[in-house]
Nanobody, 120 residues
Framework: EVQLVESGGGLVQPGGSLRLSCAAS????????MSWVRQAPGKGLEWVSG????????SYADSVKGRFTISRDNAKNTLYLQMNSLKPDDTAVYYC?????????????WGQGTQVTVSS
């Protein structure tokens, strides 16, 4: 059974940092591209960042470029999102999502999400 379990969310002040983790099980992480997607209160889903199966080609939304870093440890079957210089607009539920193949495309599994709140 495929499972994606996010952790690391919480309350942080503007300018602060958090690192999200997504523990994957039931499949071999190294065979798939992965993504982080967020949903702010009252808004739709926003793609934040993605990374190919080998980890060599990360990609970011303009809204987070230069502040967030996606990475993966295939040996630990874990995906990460390092978030620096956080802003109130980054407040959202963050989900990790698995693509169907080695590159970006359709998702087939999602985690349950972790709440990130940026507030003073």
């Amino acid at each position: 059974e495929v499972q994606l379990v996010e952790s690391g969310g919480g309350l942080v002040q503007p300018g602060g940092s958090l690192r999200l983790s997504c523990a994957a099980s039931g499949f071999t992480l190294s065979n798939y591209a992965m993504s982080w997607v967020r949903q702010a209160p009252g808004k739709g889903l926003e793609w934040v960042s993605g990374i190919n199966s080998g980890g060599s080609m990360p990609s970011y939304a303009d809204s987070v470029k230069g502040r967030f870093t996606i990475s993966r440890d295939n040996a630990k079957n874990t995906l990460y999102l390092q978030m620096n210089s956080l802003k109130p607009d980054d407040t959202a539920v963050y989900y990790c999502a698995k693509y169907q193949g080695i590159w970006y495309g359709d998702y087939d599994y999602w985690g349950q999400g972790t709440q990130v709140t940026v507030s003073s």
